[in-house]
Structure formats: structure tokens, C-alpha cells
């Protein structure tokens, strides 16, 4: 019911925005110029800005209407409902293996770019904790940021995480900026990428995982794809915006099933910028920031 009720606030606030003109430029660059890539329910489309290459959805979310969405309204299953404690317990003995929030393939991920126990890690969109609970347990110094009051002291209190809900306490620099399905929900994808530099060492590895909104995704997924934005997913990320926004930066692009020998083979000895098979259902970017702002 409740998800009921929030598709249909979401169209008539959009089907007023639209007749107003309000909220179409590039959330993330500020661009008035972009080409409509695909329609939604009349009244929203997927637009790509012409300066900064992004994908995203309009009429777009102000700030203040994603803080609010996300206090009071975001719901994603096991992603966002917080387990009772009993459920809590039988997870973190299982370590997550095996459950829905299981890390051990960004852990991997992560082992095979060189990062190892010891480094500095934020996990920046933390939920109620799961990820950071784990990357805590395999040795990293972990810092997280959540938005949710609720969810954030969730993951204080049950889970022990350092976790801050205010982006100006959250004290670098880190190793490690980690992300896990979480830019493609923010109101403005640029001032997250520079939070990442500001926050990063030189260096430093920027690491995000989000729904692919890569052309070879879409050919061979189409439903998907178009699945892939709207209410809840204002932004799609793809490799066009990825390698524009890390052009001056040593980065790597693929999509799952993950190739690990060639992530590995490309960070310990990089030639250059490359592109893995794009095709999978989430998109990986890992960069080697090379300077910060």
C-alpha cells in the first residue's frame, strides 16, 4: 500500500513539475543542455546532459526532497529494514555468508586492487551497517556515513560502527572510499565524487558499485535497464559519465560476474585505463585518485 501511495505522489509531483518547467537542468553539473534518452508515464524522462554526461531522471529531486525521502519514506527490503536482534545475531555468526548482504565478493574486489586490514576505509552510505560491520571484521579501520537517523544509530548501537550523519564530520583522509549502490540515489552525483577527492589520500582508491546504465546492459537488458531509474533511482550511472568525471584519474570499468584475475592484474601493473566486459546487471568503477580538489 504504502509503495502504492508513493508512485502516485511521485507522478503528480512530477506531472507539476513538468507543467511548471521546474527541476530539468543536470542535478549534478547545473546544465540546461541534454538529449531524452527514454520515457516514463508521460510525465518523467531519462535525460544525458551534454557537459558532464550524466544519466538522470527528470523532472529531478531537490535536496531537501531526498532528505525527506529518505527519513521517512525510502523502504528496500533487506537493504533498508533493520533485522531484530535475534535476526542480528544469527548474521553476524554467520559472518553474512550466504545472505542477501553478503560482502565477500567486494571484499575480494577490494584484496585483489592491494587494499588490506589495517587501511582506512568510509563506507559511504552505510544503511544499518551490514557492509561495515563486515569490512570491520576482515581488518579495516572503518568510518561510515548514513543519512538515516534511524538506520545510522541502528548500526551504532547493535553493530558498534563509527557512523556519522553529517558529511562535515566525516574526517579524512581515508584509503579507501567505498560505495555500494548507494550515488545512484543522490540528489547531486558531482558533489559526491568531490566529497570522494576531498576526503581521499593521493592515491587513494575510489570504489562504487551501482545498477549499470551502460548501452550493452541495455541491449541485452532492456527491461532491466529501463527498471533501472525513476522514483527511488534518480541517477544512472554508466561508462560515459565514468570516464568523463575520471579522465584524469587511472580507473577501471566492469560489470558483474566480476573477472578478478584481470582487476588484479590491472592494478598491480596498470597500463592505462580500461573497460572489462559492461554487459552485467551492476556497474563497477574503481579509480586511483591522482589528485584531489
Same mark, same amino acid.
Given at each position: ?8 505522489r ?5 506531472? *507539476? ?11 549534478? /553539473? ?7 534518452? /527514454? ?6 524522462a531519462? =535525460?544525458?546532459?551534454?557537459?558532464? =554526461?550524466?544519466?538522470? *531522471?527528470?523532472?529531478?529531486?531537490? #535536496? +531537501? ?10 523502504s528496500q527490503g ?18 553474512f ?11 575480494? $574486489? ?24 563486515? %569490512? ?5 579501520a572503518?568510518?561510515?556515513?548514513? $543519512? ?9 548501537t ?5 557512523? +556519522? ?5 566525516? *574526517? ?12 545512484? =540515489?543522490?540528489?547531486?552525483? !558531482? ?17 562504487? %558499485?551501482?545498477?549499470?546504465? @551502460? ?6 537488458q532492456?527491461k532491466?535497464?529501463?527498471? @533501472?531509474w525513476?522514483?527511488? =533511482?534518480?541517477?544512472?550511472? &554508466? ?9 584524469? #584519474? ?6 558483474s ?10 592494478? !598491480?601493473?596498470?597500463?592505462?585505463? $580500461?573497460?572489462? #566486459?559492461?554487459?552485467g &546487471? +551492476?556497474?563497477?568503477? $574503481?579509480?586511483?585518485?591522482a589528485? !584531489?580538489?
Amino acid at each position: 500500500m504504502a509503495s502504492t501511495i508513493n508512485r502516485v505522489r511521485y507522478f503528480i509531483t512530477s506531472t *507539476r513539475k513538468t507543467l511548471l518547467g521546474q527541476c530539468l537542468a543536470c542535478p549534478s /553539473c547545473g546544465s540546461v543542455e541534454s538529449v531524452v534518452v /527514454c520515457r516514463k508515464y508521460i510525465v518523467t524522462a531519462l =535525460h544525458r546532459c551534454n557537459a558532464c =554526461h550524466l544519466l538522470f *531522471r527528470s523532472p529531478t529531486t531537490t #535536496d +531537501e526532497e531526498s532528505r525527506l525521502f529518505y527519513q521517512d519514506t525510502y523502504s528496500q527490503g533487506f537493504t533498508t529494514d533493520t533485522p531484530s536482534l535475534y535476526q542480528l545475531d544469527k548474521l553476524k555468526t554467520s559472518g553474512f555468508k550466504g545472505s542477501e548482504k553478503d560482502y565477500t565478493q567486494y571484499l575480494d $574486489i577490494l584484496s585483489e586492487i592491494g587494499c588490506k586490514p589495517g587501511d582506512s576505509l568510509l563506507d559511504y552510505g552505510c544503511s544499518w551497517g551490514y557492509g561495515s560491520w563486515q %569490512f570491520g571484521q576482515a581488518g579495516y579501520a572503518v568510518t561510515a556515513f548514513e $543519512i538515516s537517523l534511524q538506520r545510522s544509530q541502528y548500526a551504532k548501537t547493535y553493530l558498534g560502527i563509527n557512523v +556519522e550523519t553529517s558529511l562535515g564530520n566525516v *574526517r579524512g583522509p581515508f584509503d579507501i572510499f567505498f560505495s555500494a549502490h548507494v550515488i545512484e =540515489h543522490v540528489p547531486s552525483v !558531482s558533489n559526491s565524487l568531490q566529497f570522494a577527492r576531498q576526503v581521499l589520500k593521493l592515491g587513494g582508491w575510489f570504489v562504487a %558499485f551501482t545498477p549499470n546504465g @551502460s548501452e550493452l546492459f541495455r541491449a541485452r537488458q532492456p527491461k532491466s535497464w529501463k527498471y @533501472s531509474w525513476g522514483l527511488v =533511482h534518480p541517477n544512472l550511472l &554508466d561508462d560515459l559519465f565514468y570516464s568523463n568525471g575520471f579522465k584524469s #584519474d587511472l580507473h577501471l570499468l566492469a560489470s558483474s560476474p566480476y573477472d578478478l584475475e584481470s582487476i588484479k592484474q590491472w592494478a !598491480s601493473s596498470p597500463q592505462g585505463n $580500461i573497460s572489462l #566486459d559492461l554487459s552485467g &546487471d +551492476e556497474l563497477l568503477i $574503481i579509480a586511483k585518485l591522482a589528485k !584531489s580538489t
